[in-house]
């Protein structure tokens, strides 16, 4: 019976050995280790060179971690970049990403990194680009906490890329003024025209959405059961006198998609049957057509003002 208590005992010890903790250092999230990575950031922002090369040490490097092949980067390219960045981007800022916050880790006596947590903002005024590139970064210290010896950044390179990718030409598809599928967009208009519902409503696939993108919250699209009760409405008040197309509508054909948009611009005079008096409203119509034909998607802009009181 004793060996079996000694035995409990023992494991008992040796389970609470197990769990034991080390602390191994301190988290601060005030410390002059942010304040120096804060000011290192303004002056990054600002393209303040001068101010950048006193604030670290001698063989400082950095890492741009997202790359394929990350390896150490000198601080002449660093300094370009925040030259290039500071001159080119419109607003540019780069802040606390929400409610994050810094954290200043000091391990042992002598080794302190701080961690960011980041977004980069701003508009690239060449191109108009609107950065929005989440960004964490590890800064370390030298032994004494004064200067920074290196720079650990993580990022978006996509979103990178993109903005490169703004600079030049890319063909996404084909656009046409004149296409057999250019009809479902007239003859939409056309039974629009005439009140025939019937023959409008055929037009539609039986899931298709629509959106009323002035006169409704965003996001509300309708069924199309929903937009004849609305068009039915909208005719116990109204006569269409006359659509007239204005100009002409495109059809974009855009690679990897069967569907086809079509965007057009319509005159459509009305008529108030109360009071006899007649407008001329303007239209804007977008349509998704798909492979067979149906319309599964439309967006069509006008101004309720427009219509005659």
Same mark, same amino acid.
């Given at each position: +019976?004793?060996?079996?208590?000694?035995?409990?005992?023992?494991?008992? =010890?040796?389970?609470?050995? !197990? *769990?034991?903790?080390?602390?191994?250092?301190?988290?601060?999230?005030?410390?002059?280790?942010?304040?120096?990575?804060?000011?290192?950031?303004? !002056?990054? =922002?600002?393209?303040?060179?001068?101010?950048?090369? @006193?604030?670290?040490?001698?063989?400082?490097?950095?890492? *741009?971690?997202?790359?394929?092949?990350?390896?150490?980067?000198? /601080? $002449?390219?660093?300094?370009?970049?925040?030259?290039?960045?500071?001159?080119?981007?419109?607003?540019?800022?780069?802040?606390?990403?929400?409610?994050?916050?810094?954290? !200043?880790?000091?391990?042992?006596?002598?080794?302190?990194?701080?961690?960011?947590?980041?977004?980069?903002?701003?508009?690239?005024? $060449?191109?108009?680009?609107?950065?929005?590139?989440?960004?964490?970064?590890?800064?370390?210290?030298?032994?004494?906490?004064?200067?920074?010896?290196?720079? @650990?950044?993580?990022?978006? *390179?996509?979103?990178?890329?993109?903005?490169?990718? !703004?600079?030049?030409?890319?063909? $996404?598809?084909?656009?046409?003024?004149?296409?057999?599928?250019?009809?479902? %967009?007239? /003859?939409?208009?056309?039974?629009?025209?005439?009140?025939?519902?019937?023959? +409008?409503?055929?037009?539609?696939?039986? $899931?298709?959405?629509?959106?009323?993108?002035? #006169?409704?919250?965003?996001?509300?699209?309708? @069924?199309?059961?929903?937009?004849?009760?609305?068009?039915?409405?909208?005719?116990? *008040?109204?006569?269409?006198?006359?659509?007239?197309?204005?100009?002409?509508?495109?059809?974009?054909?855009?690679?990897? @998609?069967?569907?086809?948009?079509?965007?057009?611009?319509?005159?459509?005079?009305?008529?108030?049957?109360?009071?006899?008096?007649?407008?001329? %409203? =303007?239209?804007?119509?977008?349509? =998704?057509?798909?492979?067979?034909?149906?319309?599964?998607?439309?967006?069509?802009?006008? #101004?309720?003002?427009?219509?005659?009181?």
């Amino acid at each position: +019976m004793k060996k079996l208590v000694l035995g409990v005992l023992m494991l008992s =010890v040796m389970s609470i050995s !197990a *769990q034991k903790k080390h602390k191994n250092g301190r988290i601060y999230d005030q410390h002059p280790g942010i304040e120096l990575v804060n000011e290192f950031t303004d !002056a990054f =922002v600002a393209g303040d060179a001068e101010k950048l090369k @006193s604030m670290v040490t001698e063989d400082f490097k950095w890492w *741009q971690m997202n790359s394929m092949e990350p390896k150490p980067l000198t /601080l $002449n390219r660093l300094l370009r970049r925040s030259n290039y960045l500071s001159k080119n981007v419109i607003g540019l800022q780069i802040k606390d990403r929400g409610s994050a916050y810094s954290d !200043a880790m000091e391990y042992g006596k002598d080794d302190l990194n701080v961690y960011t947590y980041q977004i980069l903002k701003g508009f690239d005024k $060449n191109t108009g680009y609107k950065f929005q590139i989440p960004r964490n970064s590890i800064f370390f210290f030298s032994k004494d906490g004064k200067k920074i010896s290196g720079l @650990s950044v993580s990022d978006s *390179q996509l979103k990178w890329k993109k903005s490169y990718d !703004a600079w030049g030409t890319t063909k $996404n598809g084909t656009i046409y003024k004149d296409h057999p599928m250019i009809s479902k %967009a007239r /003859l939409l208009y056309a039974y629009i025209e005439i009140g025939d519902m019937e023959s +409008m409503k055929a037009l539609y696939s039986e $899931n298709a959405t629509i959106l009323d993108v002035m #006169n409704s919250e965003k996001d509300a699209s309708k @069924s199309v059961e929903e937009e004849m009760e609305s068009l039915k409405e909208f005719y116990k *008040q109204y006569e269409i006198l006359n659509v007239s197309e204005s100009g002409y509508p495109d059809l974009f054909e855009y690679e990897g @998609s069967d569907n086809k948009t079509i965007i057009s611009w319509w005159d459509i005079t009305v008529k108030n049957k109360k009071s006899n008096a007649i407008k001329e %409203a =303007v239209h804007h119509s977008q349509i =998704v057509v798909n492979k067979e034909g149906k319309i599964i998607n439309e967006q069509y802009y006008f #101004n309720a003002s427009q219509l005659p009181k």
